[in-house]
Nanobody, 118 residues
Framework: QVQLVESGGGLVQPGGSLRLSCAASGSIFSFYFVGWYRQAPGKQRKLVATISGGGTANYADFAKGRFTISRDNAKNTMYLQMNSLKPEDTAVYYC????????????WGQGTQVTVSS
């Protein structure tokens, strides 16, 4: 089993910044981070950004130029730096990781609330 614990959410004014963290623990030998998703009230969960094993990042259009995904393998932690935040970025943000050795097992964090409001 893998546990993912997110932190760093909160209330921020438009134009502000937040850095989300996602720490993995447990049976992480074959575990790898996939990326960040978000879910706004009444809407489906959407992909925000992904990071490959080699560190290549990909972003949803709304995140390009404002968000940066990164990973610290030594700390088993993935990050999402969010700048120039807008009210429409308000959502619960989830981190996602996976173990794929034959079967595929997806793991999710509990979610962290990000609220952008003046």
């Amino acid at each position: 089993q893998v546990q993912l614990v997110e932190s760093g959410g909160g209330l921020v004014q438009p134009g502000g910044s937040l850095r989300l963290s996602c720490a993995a623990s447990g049976s992480i030998f074959s575990f790898y981070f996939v990326g960040w998703y978000r879910q706004a009230p009444g809407k489906q969960r959407k992909l925000v950004a992904t990071i490959s094993g080699g560190g290549t990042a990909n972003y949803a259009d709304f995140a390009k130029g404002r968000f940066t995904i990164s990973r610290d393998n030594a700390k088993n932690t993935m990050y999402l730096q969010m700048n120039s935040l807008k009210p429409e970025d308000t959502a619960v943000y989830y981190c996602n990781g996976r173990i794929a050795t034959g079967s595929v097992y997806d793991y999710w964090g509990q979610g962290t609330q990000v609220t952008v409001s003046s």
